[in-house]
Nanobody, 126 residues
């Protein structure tokens, strides 16, 4: 069983930065893909970024490429993934969810993920 806890959300002005953290209990290091998704009111859940422990590959949604960076804790056996969000825009406002799953292919689809965090609110003011 894997439990995920997100933190780091909040209110920021457009152009600012935030860093989200996702701490996992249960061993995900080296085993699972870790992803970030977001959902704004009235919209479908959207893929943001993902990282695969298996080959250290990273993936980004088109709307965040060049502005967001997903990374992991470099300490061995640390099950924490970060999402650095720079140049934030009002349209980035959403609840951001961390997810984990045993995914062998491209980890950009939410239905591939088995475990989900409770979400953290990010609000970007104009």
């Amino acid at each position: 069983q894997v439990q995920l806890v997100e933190s780091g959300g909040g209110l920021v002005q457009a152009g600012g930065s935030l860093r989200l953290s996702c701490a996992a209990s249960g061993r995900t290091y080296g085993r699972y893909a870790m992803g970030w998704f977001r959902q704004a009111p009235g919209k479908e859940r959207e893929f943001v970024a993902a990282f695969k422990w298996s080959d250290f590959s990273t993936y980004y949604g088109d709307s965040v490429k060049g502005r967001f960076t997903i990374s992991r804790d470099n300490a061995k056996d640390k099950d924490t993934v970060y999402l650095q969000m720079d140049s934030l825009k009002p349209e980035d406002t959403a609840v951001y969810y961390c997810a984990a799953g045993s995914i062998s292919g491209i980890p950009t689809t939410d239905r591939l993920y088995r475990y989900w965090g409770q979400g953290t609110q990010v609000t970007v003011s104009s």
